[in-house]
């Protein structure tokens, strides 16, 4: 069901993040033009009184023809898609299915907050825990091993798929954040907090003037 729109999003979501590093902040024209970029790519969400329309932006369908898009709908069961002339793609779906859809994803990303912990792959993360809108976590590392690892990149993931969470929840994009408490598992306290996007903003431009 969701996975279908979930896997469209993720691969989007992978391949727009590398471009946005390449922006230049000397050229007003540029930025401007990858903002109106960011703005096409977002994804629309219309909670109606008796269905839901979620828009997907052309990029999401690049390797897609437009037949392959409409069997992939009826395939996943939604009453209705259209291929729009800016090549992005709206989906009609009951209110009961996209309730359906939510909790399916709902599912996913908890098994990939388990993952994280359970796979081995970040060692010095021991436990997460989230909120039911999943836009804050708490997380339990080993402070030292983690701050000299590069476990961090656990977060990156969370982010990803945390925010494609809240975009198919309807969330405006411009009002959506991730907050992460970081927390000693040692002495149990919080000793740092990350917001995304703001904290991942700040680390670009630091990293761009140095």
Known sequence: MNKYLLSIAAFSFLLTGCGDKEESKDDAKDTA???????????????G?????????????EEQTEEQIIAGAKEEG??????????SVTYKMSKAKHTEMMDELEGEMVK??????????????KEISYNKSFDEYDVKVEREQYENSLDGFALLG?????SYYQAFD???ADK?????????N??????????????????????TTE
């Open 78 to 87: 939604y009453d209705d898609v259209k291929v729009n002339e800016d090549g």
């Open 49 to 61: 009184l008796l269905n839901v329309e979620i828009t997907l932006p052309a990029t999401f369908f």
């Open 176 to 184: 959506m954040t991730i907050t992460f408490n970081m927390i000693d």
């Open 186 to 207: 040692e002495t149990n306290e919080s000793y740092d907090t990350l917001i995304y996007p703001d904290d991942w903003e700040d680390e670009e431009e630091e990293t």
């Open 33 to 47: 033009t990858t903002e109106e970029e960011k703005n096409d790519e977002s994804i629309n969400v219309d909670k």
């Open 112 to 125: 990939s907050v388990e993952e994280i912990v359970k796979s081995g792959d970040y060692p010095s993360i």
């Open 170 to 172: 309807g969330k405006d």
């Open 158 to 162: 969370l982010v990803m798929t945390s």
